[in-house]
């Protein structure tokens, strides 16, 4: 059965860089599939931040692409989410996820339990 | 700004049937990109509850069913458990975007 746990500080400043890794258990991250991360600020609804490919291709959502850069690493079955100059407003529980389905009809089906971020000085 | 809405509550007896809608726009679900829905317990992750408009995970019981239609697509559940209350939230893709995107989100409540 394939697992994700996220993991990281729970309490980051503002201006400084949210960093968040997402470990993956029961598959091979270089096996195949996108990877992604999506968050969920208390009591609001979901929001995609980006996807990632065992070979490092990367999208992200246009609205955050210019703090956002996932990376993986292959050899410890792990992505990771760094987004660089949070504010308040990036307060959230970030999930960790895989994309499944195919072009056009994609959706995620595997997730994290998720991770608080809260962001304050 | 969620360019999915959908209801903010809904809710039903035990034993009714209940819908939810999600409506889109003609870069989303009105393009031909599938719908599917995700069911969040209370302090839980989303689960994948329909995927493809309307097709089940395994696991997930045939009271769960899905249909689109245009610009929009629906969520019904029938025969409503106490354990269905939750909030629900389909997703799509917007090709004016590039992005997945997600619905407002729907609790659901049982009488």
């Known amino acids: 059965q394939v697992q994700l746990q996220e993991s990281g500080p729970g309490l980051v400043k503002p201006s400084e860089t949210l960093s968040l890794t997402c470990s993956v258990s029961?598959?091979?991250?270089?096996?195949?599939?996108?990877w992604g991360w999506i968050r969920q600020p208390p009591g609001k609804g979901l929001e995609w931040i980006g996807n990632i490919y065992h070979s490092g291709s990367t999208d992200y959502n246009p609205s955050l692409k210019s703090r956002v850069t996932i990376s993986v690493d292959t050899s410890k079955n792990q992505f990771s989410l760094k987004l660089s100059s949070v504010t308040a407003a990036d307060t959230a529980v970030y999930y960790c996820?895989?994309?499944?389905?195919?072009?056009?009809?994609?959706?995620?089906?595997?997730w994290g339990q998720g991770a608080l971020v809260t962001v304050s000085s | 700004q969620s360019l999915l809405t959908q209801p903010p509550s809904v809710s039903g007896a035990p034993g009714q049937r209940v819908t939810i809608s999600c409506t889109g726009s003609?870069?989303?679900?009105?393009?031909?990109?599938?719908v599917h829905w995700y069911q969040q317990l209370p302090g839980t992750a989303p689960k994948l509850l329909l995927f493809g408009d309307n097709n089940r995970p395994s696991g997930v019981p045939d009271r769960f069913s899905g249909s689109k239609s245009g610009t929009s697509a629906s969520l019904a559940i029938t025969g409503l458990q106490a354990e269905d209350e939750a909030d629900y939230y389909c997703?799509?893709?917007?090709?004016?975007?590039?992005?997945?995107?997600f619905g407002t989100g729907t609790k659901v409540t049982v009488l």
């Open positions: 997703q799509s893709y917007d090709n004016t975007l590039s992005a997945y995107v």
């Open positions: 003609s870069s989303n679900i009105g393009a031909g990109y599938g």
């Open positions: 029961g598959y091979y991250i270089d096996s195949g599939y996108y």
């Open positions: 996820a895989r994309r499944g389905g195919s072009t056009g009809w994609y959706y995620f089906n595997y």
